[in-house]
């Protein structure tokens, strides 16, 4: 009976137990508002994206995730940080997943990307977390039985790089921001304002806007 009871009570706790996600400013941020120069000739772009995650201590390189991984409305998050660009033309998009190395056409449809737009912007955001902290966090949690707040931090680090059509390296730009989830019973209350995909959702945006907002003020994207 006592072991009963026992399973009850932890049944009880992890089904009214719940996280709340915080985030941490973004370093490295550019401080610039928006602030477009009109009247510079267009140009087309390329924007290629990859988006790696390592568990550091598990993980002995990052991996490249795949369509079913990143981030939902990536896509999305992208399109509307192009409006800070003044002068974008034609673009489009590619995203390169682990698979492509197997896929003879996606690397064709690649290098004629590459060769058909005269600027590419290259994106690569990577996820990082520690193994041995989430697994002592996990097991902090089990043993307090969700009762007292265990955080896991995910850090997220952007890289982007401007190439011009020659394939020649223009500039590069870096941010970083971290989200802590925390884990404890009774934060329901506090869960639907603080969501995990929210949280992620708005570095993304910050740092896509951010960084395309300092690419338009040092008018990498002007021609001659």
Not at 86 to 114: C, G, H, Q, V
Not at 142 to 163: A, G, H, M, R
Not at 189 to 210: A, C, G, M, N, S
Request: with cysteine.
């Amino acid at each position: 009976m006592k072991t009963k009871h026992f399973f009850l009570v932890l049944s009880v706790l992890l089904m009214i137990s719940n996280c709340a996600t915080f985030r941490t400013e973004m370093e490295g941020a550019s401080g610039l508002k928006q602030d477009k120069t009109i009247g510079a000739e267009p140009v087309d772009v390329l924007f290629m994206s990859r988006h790696l995650v390592q568990t550091r201590g598990l993980d002995a390189v990052p991996k490249l995730q795949n369509k079913y991984q990143i981030i939902r409305g990536y896509d999305d998050i992208l399109l509307d940080a192009t409006k800070e660009f003044s002068n974008l033309n034609r673009y489009a998009a590619f995203t390169e997943f682990s698979s492509d190395m197997s896929d003879p056409e996606r690397i064709k449809l690649k290098d004629s990307l590459m060769t058909s737009y005269e600027i590419r912007i290259a994106i690569e955001i990577r996820k990082e977390k520690s193994f041995s902290k989430y697994f002592l966090g996990t097991i902090g949690s089990v043993i307090s039985l969700t009762l007292l707040p265990i955080p896991y931090t995910q850090e997220y680090y952007l890289d982007v790089e401007v190439f011009d059509s020659e394939g020649r390296l223009i500039n590069t730009y870096s941010r970083s921001a971290n989200t802590t989830k925390w884990v404890e019973a009774l934060l329901l209350p506090v869960y639907p304002f603080h969501t995990e995909i929210r949280k992620t959702e708005d570095i993304y945006v910050d740092f896509l806007h951010d960084v395309f907002r300092q690419i338009e003020a040092e008018e990498v994207l002007r021609k001659g």
